[in-house]
């Protein structure tokens, strides 16, 4: 168990970084209390790790960037660790296990990664009730907090491809199973553009403040007026779009697009699954298990790639936002973190509101921007630096968080970025379009 008594107050703010760490770490152990040993061992796609080895890589990064150069005579909890969880950190060593093998990884047992996980929290509460802890360290812990988040996201994504790929179709959480209100009445909510500021404002002065170094600088952009639909795209809408024969269309499809839907043999989202046993021929898997779409028709659509959302926009005469656009708003309206994950979603639900609403903690929203670097951009220094610069080619922008995303891990700034092929996230779309004063 993660949570233990602080028996030493050295100053607040290690005080709150000690309690925030603990929290994170339990609530992956949260995650991981309904399955088994054998669950955890499953890799069931390439995106996708094993949940043991999300429980151990975490508890790596702690050992590895926090407790090794910071706290004196710290033992590694076993030497072969260094690179067996390393995941793609190559100024580490090359010694690193291709990422197809983790579901191999029988040994360490999963008794042993629970030692493991034990092990770096009783550290790193010492050092965080040392005298003077360096800001570098703590700005660390911090850093690993972030980590620890963005990996409970991805065992929760990764534990459902798992459930699906299993015949026995496995449920993880018992849900509710009510049918959804119908589907608020979408409008548009326009902007007016122009030179506006987007990336994270960070206060270096404070260690607890925090972005990824992807979020900034914060610098100026320029923004046509444009209009955002206030709502994600629903079920209901985008079976409509399917209905229209849309996956044989090549006029709705981009190029790769086009290429990947015939060679994957795509004809819906990701988890939709044909039927008898519902009004809309179609039934969709969940967290919570399988549900019909008939129930499901007002809550957002998820689990669709790039080239689907860009597809159904096309179909709609509209168009995906850019991540300037998609940001501006959100800070322009000042919205709230809704948390479904903490108040124990397993999926996203219908709006209720007929302004602004969904943008945080429903599903990532794929953006038209691809991911690169912000003007004057630049990756943290060593190995760390590898966390995002790596990887900024033939990747797009999503933004928003999901049903998935811790809601202390969320924030307008957030940069989240995938191959545009990518569905086994909680990936939505939500539509923009040009306006003027003469509409």
């Known amino acids: 168990m993660a949570t233990t008594v602080v028996s030493k107050v050295v100053s607040p703010v290690q005080a709150t970084l000690l309690q925030r760490f603990l929290a994170a770490r339990q609530a ?31 508890s790596w990064f702690f050992e590895t960037f926090v407790l090794t150069p910071f706290l004196r005579g710290y033992q590694p909890f076993h030497p072969d660790f260094h690179w067996l969880f390393n995941s793609y950190y190559r100024s580490l060593g090359n010694e690193i296990p291709e990422k197809k093998l983790r579901a191999s990884f029988s040994r360490p047992s999963l008794e042993t990664i629970v030692g493991f996980r034990a092990h770096v929290n009783r550290h790193v509460e010492e050092l965080l009730q040392q005298d003077n802890v360096p800001d570098d360290a703590l700005r660390r812990i911090v850093l690993g907090i972030q980590h620890e988040q963005q990996h409970l996201e991805l065992l929760l994504t990764d534990i459902k491809h798992a459930f699906f790929t299993n015949p026995l179709h496995p449920i993880y959480r018992e849900a509710q199973q009510t049918a959804d209100a119908e589907a608020t009445p979408s409008r548009w909510v326009e902007f007016e553009g122009g030179i506006q500021q987007i990336g994270y404002p960070l206060n270096t002065a404070d260690p607890l403040d925090f972005c990824f170094d992807n979020e900034t600088p914060q610098h100026r952009v320029y923004l ?50 044909r039927c008898t046993d519902d009004s809309t021929g179609w039934r969709i898997f969940t967290l919570g298990g399988w549900r019909g779409l008939s129930t499901m028709l007002a809550t957002p659509v998820c689990h669709v790639s790039l080239f689907e959302a860009d597809a159904y926009a096309r179909w709609r005469g509209c168009r995906l936002p850019t991540e300037a656009e998609w940001e501006y708003a959100a800070n322009e309206a000042a919205m709230e973190t809704t948390g479904l994950l903490e108040q124990g979603g397993l ?18 929203e794929w953006t038209a921007s691809a991911y690169t670097g912000y003007p004057g951009y630049a990756p943290l220094p060593g190995a760390l630096g590898e966390y995002n610069g790596k990887f900024m080619s033939s990747q797009m922008v999503l933004r928003g968080g999901s049903v998935a995303t811790p809601a202390s891990h969320i924030r307008t700034a957030y940069r989240n970025f995938f191959t545009p092929g990518t569905r086994w996230q909680f990936s939505g779309i939500r539509l923009a379009r040009a306006f003027s004063h003469n509409e």
């Open 28 to 58: 992956t152990e949260d995650a991981c209390r309904t399955l088994t040993a054998e669950d955890q061992m499953v890799q069931s796609c390439s995106e996708a790790s094993p949940t043991k080895w999300h429980q151990a890589h975490t």
């Open 224 to 273: 046509q007026p444009y209009a955002l639909e206030n709502r994600l795209v629903t079920c209901g809408e985008y079976l409509a779009f399917m209905n229209d024969n849309a996956y044989t269309r090549a006029e709705l499809w981009l190029s790769e697009g086009l290429d990947t839907i015939e060679s994957e043999g795509w004809e819906s989202p990701l988890y939709w699954q």
């Open 347 to 364: 999926h996203p639900v219908a709006a209720t509101s007929d302004g602004l609403t969904q943008m945080l903690g429903y599903t990532w």
